[in-house]
């Protein structure tokens, strides 16, 4: 976070199976507004390979670094592309601390993360490129609880709030890192691992609050809050001794409407990726790197992404 081998080589098809349904149920840069199409504050497919159903069963502070390359091109609401394409690079850590009790039954964590940087590279149909570097939106988990429901499930929960503190600057034709809005994040996973496999489903919900510095419209600023973005990433994985290998994937939609001028309305965005991953466990240090490729788009960048994820027990 042993049953018989039989019920073992049975139960990890099935809860493949939940988990494929599951996900059935432009990357664009973000824009000069925040708007229908920007891209939603949760770093889509961050949390691939990992058994976020589970805590650490030790005490301690966590150092997680995951850095990632993307190179996508942006689709429209029917998937043609528009001929815009973007290359993204991005240096995502956290911090995550066990203080080692419970509350209300379940381990305690709490986090920072989103810490890092994002370099954005937009290149347009006519060949004009523009690019940019900056800071994304810091996220604070104050609290994450984590059952044990029996001896290889675990279900967690926690709520992430993303600060108004990202690279953000209202001015035409700017690629922001910051969306200048608050955002809440419930976060719901559930995780099976035993000796010989590790599945897990971690579903979020991102809320967005109002950018009320979103854009120009007939010479006038405006406000905009973008639309709820649902996301699910998943991780299906064998272990082999130190080693772990097996299917990767996330699955994003908005949910909602947005709320603003409809001139900065670019369409909902959804996409749905497939990919593979491989770890190796050294003990307090963790080497994992996954490969994704969007099957699906609409309204956003369909893109191909590499993530190299490091994990080191400090304390």
Sequence with gaps: ????????????????????????????????????GSTPQFPVGITMGSP???????????????????????????????????????????????????VLGAQYAAFVRNLGAVNITLKTPTGLTSQHSGLPDTEIIPANLSW???QHLYFDAELGIY????DYKNQPHRLN???NAT???????????????????HALFDINGWNHDAGYVNGEKVGYRNGTTFDLDYTLFHKTGHWSYGV??????????????????????EQYAAGIGTQYDFGKVKLMGTYTHDYHARNIGQKDMLIVYLSVKAL
Aim: charged letters at 15%; zero cysteines.
């Design 183 to 201: 955002t809440y994040e419930p976060n719901f996973s559930l995780s099976y691992l035993d000796d010989n496999w590790q599945l897990t489903a």
């Design 248 to 269: 990767v994937g996330y699955f994003l939609r908005q949910i909602s409407n947005d709320k603003g001028p409809a001139e900065l309305n670019g369409g909902k965005p």
């Design 163 to 166: 600060l108004k503190d990202g």
């Design 1 to 36: 976070m042993n049953k018989p081998a039989q019920s073992r080589k049975t139960f990890a098809p099935r809860v493949l199976a939940a988990v494929i349904t599951a996900a059935g149920v432009a990357v664009t840069a973000p824009a000069s507004a925040a708007r229908i």
């Design 148 to 150: 044990k429901l029996s």
């Design 52 to 102: 976020t159903g589970a805590l650490p069963p030790v005490p301690g502070l966590w150092l997680i670094d995951k850095g990632s390359f993307q190179g996508a091109d942006s689709v429209n609401a029917y998937g043609q592309r528009t001929g815009t394409t973007t290359t993204v690079w991005t240096n995502n850590a956290q911090l995550m601390w066990v203080p080692g009790f419970k």
């Design 177 to 179: 890192i910051g969306q």
